[in-house]
Antibody, heavy 124, light 108 residues
Framework: QITLKESGPKLVKPTQTLTLTCSFS??????????VGWIRQSPGKALECLAL???????RYRPSLKSRLTVTRDTSKNQVVLTMTDMDSVDTAKYYC????????????????WGQGIQVTVSS | SYELTQPPSVSVSPGQTARITCSGD??????AFWYQQKSGQAPVLVIFDDTKRPSGIPERFSGSSSGTMATLTITGAQVDDEADYYC???????????FGGGTKLTVL
């Protein structure tokens, strides 16, 4: 059974750096085709994919936020960490981590499993 | 940056067929994926690779793609299918991923 859980601060101040941890079980990020993603959703808004990290350490970032985002993995701990610098009120959102599999070509199942999400508010 | 365009809302009566479209310039070369998000819940993948259903997804959900448009079809929509639906795909370089703006499906 695949599970993911996001953890981190629920409240950050403007200009601070947000660090979120995705702790997962039921799969290994060393397995070919596996990826972990970070997706956020502001209240009443659409989903935004922020970052992806794959089994081969390939990393993808949302182009408009690339300068502010870093995603890393700790395979031994089954964790993926997202850092986002220079937080602003527009970054207030629910942040989800997700599991993707079979992503070596056709048949990829992107974001098939989701964590419960963590609500992050940016306010002074 | 690459964009996928969806209608903001679609409304059908129970038992009717609901069609939700997603347009994007790279869709002729790239697969479309669809997610269902019910109120207060995390999204669920309902279609991958344009037309395929993950295990556990009801047969009334189907997908198609032609040219620059992908379509999610719900045949015999049920009240329980009321949700926001998002398409998802990659740009022409197959490097950057993007979600559409979402479509609110009302079944009543």
């Amino acid at each position: 059974q695949i599970t993911l859980k996001e953890s981190g601060p629920k409240l950050v101040k403007p200009t601070q750096t947000l660090t979120l941890t995705c702790s997962f079980s039921g799969f290994s990020l060393s397995t070919t085709g596996v990826g972990v993603g970070w997706i956020r959703q502001s209240p009443g808004k659409a989903l935004e994919c922020l970052a992806l990290i794959y089994w081969n350490d390939d990393k993808r970032y949302r182009p408009s936020l690339k300068s502010r985002l870093t995603v890393t993995r700790d395979t031994s701990k089954n964790q993926v960490v997202l850092t986002m610098t220079d937080m602003d009120s527009v970054d207030t959102a629910k942040y989800y981590c997700t599991h993707s599999s079979n992503c070596t070509g056709a048949g990829c199942l992107p974001h098939q499993h989701w964590g419960q999400g963590i609500q992050v508010t940016v306010s002074s | 940056s690459y964009e996928l365009t969806q209608p903001p809302s679609v409304s059908v009566s129970p038992g009717q067929t609901a069609r939700i479209t997603c347009s994007g310039d790279a869709l002729p070369q790239r697969y479309a994926f669809w997610y269902q998000q019910k109120s207060g819940q995390a999204p669920v993948l309902v279609i991958f690779d344009d037309t395929k259903r993950p295990s556990g997804i009801p047969e009334r959900f189907s997908g198609s793609s032609s040219g620059t448009m992908a379509t999610l079809t719900i045949t015999g929509a049920q009240v329980d299918d009321e949700a926001d639906y998002y398409c998802y795909s990659t740009d022409s370089s197959n490097y950057h991923v993007v979600f559409g703006g979402g479509t609110k499906l009302t079944v009543l």
